[in-house]
Structure formats: C-alpha cells, structure tokens
C-alpha cells in the first residue's frame, strides 16, 4: 500500500515556475513508475510526465518546459514546471503504480494549479 500526498500548487503568473512534490509513504517506493496527471476543467485526465528507474518521458505539451524527478531515500518525487501558460491550469496528480502479481495503481489527491494573470 502507497500513499501519495501533493503539494506546491498555487496560483502563479503565465511564464512563471512551480515546483510540485508527491511524498509517498509505504514501503518499496523505488519500485514504482511515477506519473504526473493533469487533468482540467471539463477535459479528461491527461498523462503529463512519467519516471521509472532508467528513462522520463513528457506529454508533447509540456516538453522542455517540464521537468520529473524522484529522490527513492526520501520517498519524494517531483515535478518542476517553467514558463507555465494559461493552459497548464489544471489539478494535478500523482499516480505510482507497478506490476506485482497485479496492477498495483495509487492516487494522491490532487493539487490545483493556476496559470492566470
């Protein structure tokens, strides 16, 4: 069992930087794929990022602007966001999830940002 909690939402100036944090506890954190969710007003839920041991990957939208990471010691992962526009509103969530004898996929509850002058 993992719990994830986010956090660093806010409301932030078009061009500006958030940082948003996912601390998860329970055990084998290291295991685990981390993905980044968004999902906006009246829009489906959309993969933003993802990490696992080895590689990262970003949604075409927000390539080169985003930035995953994870730091296993801590059981910490993040999301660093630049040059944030009007369309990356949205709640985002983080989602850990691996294959064991079953899909195994955790939520957190989910943090609001808000790109808005």
């Known amino acids: 069992q993992v719990q994830l909690v986010e956090s660093g939402g806010g409301l932030v100036q078009p061009g500006g930087s958030l940082r948003l944090s996912c601390e998860a506890s329970?055990?084998?954190?290291?295991?685990?794929?981390i993905q980044w969710y968004r999902q906006a007003p009246g829009k489906q839920r959309e993969l933003v990022a993802l990490?696992?041991?080895?590689?990262?990957n970003y949604a075409d939208a927000v390539k080169g602007r985003f930035t995953i990471s994870r730091d296993n010691a801590k059981n910490m992962a993040y999301l660093q966001m630049n040059s944030l526009k009007p369309e990356d509103t949205a709640v985002y969530y983080c989602n850990a999830i691996r294959w064991a004898t079953e899909l195994l996929s955790y939520w957190g509850q989910g943090t609001q940002v808000t790109v808005s002058s």
């Open positions: 990490i696992n041991k080895v590689s990262t």
């Open positions: 329970g055990s084998d954190f290291s295991l685990y794929v």
